[in-house]
T-cell receptor, first 113, second 118 residues
Framework: KQEVTQIPAALSVPEGENLVLNCSFT??????LQWFRQDPGKGLTSLLL?????REQTSGRLNASLDKSSGRSTLYIAASQPGDSATYLC????????????FGKGTRLSVIA | GAVVSQHPSRVICKSGTSVKIECRSL??????MFWYRQFPKKSLMLMAT?????????EQGVEKDKFLINHASLTLSTLTVTSAHPEDSSFYIC??????????????FGPGTRLTVL
């Protein structure tokens, strides 16, 4: 059974700092991996999706990498801002089609002005 | 982009009543919808997979008679929490998977429904 682990569980950084969030998964046979952002009491916002054949994806200040063979992904946030404060969730999908996403517990990020 | 809506966004009910939550894909057809539950400061736990026109597939430990799922059309799935109790209080999130193309292998998430059972 796929298990997704995110480290750290919580992180507090000063504004402007670059930071890395980690995600690991036990079964390396995945179809894709996705990073989401969740604000308190809100739904999920998709940030980046990496297909299993890809090594990384970038969107603005965000860069996600994937090392499928070792079961790891990182989300790099450059020049963090207070508006980046949220919970970041990593999720993996095993197959194309109807298989659901399996989520980690998330990293709660606080960026201090 | 693909949009998924949920209604209501927040509901408070008395213990013993039933509550229906709707999940709609607004600009695409979804053959499959997933229902997740999230406890405070916890991750999303899959409850069931709902396929249009067929019975939902429930995850182990989820009572199908308590959490009734209906996926009557390609744009609507409903989750009914029957005889709700305080322990059913949670944040329920649905997601929809498109039928093909750009939407075919991506899950789009709704904004969630906060259920509080008194």
């Amino acid at each position: 059974k796929q298990e997704v682990t995110q480290i750290p569980a919580a992180l507090s950084v000063p504004e402007g700092e670059n930071l890395v969030l980690n995600c690991s998964f036990t079964d390396s046979a995945i179809y894709n991996l996705q990073w989401f952002r969740q604000d308190p009491g809100k739904g999920l916002t998709s940030l980046l999706l990496i297909q299993s054949s890809q090594r990384e994806q970038t969107s603005g200040r965000l860069n996600a990498s994937l090392d499928k063979s070792s079961g790891r992904s990182t989300l790099y946030i450059a020049a963090s801002q207070p508006g980046d404060s949220a919970t970041y969730l990593c999720a993996v999908k095993k197959y194309s089609g109807n298989t659901p996403l399996v989520f980690g517990k998330g990293t709660r990020l606080s960026v201090i002005a | 982009g693909a949009v998924v809506s949920q209604h209501p966004s927040r509901v408070i009910c008395k213990s013993g009543t039933s509550v229906k939550i709707e999940c709609r894909s607004l600009d695409f057809q979804a053959t499959t919808m997933f229902w997740y539950r999230q406890f405070p400061k916890k991750s999303l736990m899959l409850m069931a997979t709902s396929n249009e026109g067929s019975k939902a597939t429930y995850e182990q430990g989820v009572e199908k008679d308590k959490f009734l799922i209906n996926h009557a059309s390609l744009t609507l799935s409903t989750l009914t929490v029957t005889s709700a109790h305080p322990e059913d209080s949670s944040f329920y999130i649905c997601s929809a998977r498109g039928t093909s193309g750009r939407n075919g292998d991506t899950q789009y998430f709704g904004p969630g429904t906060r259920l509080t059972v008194l």
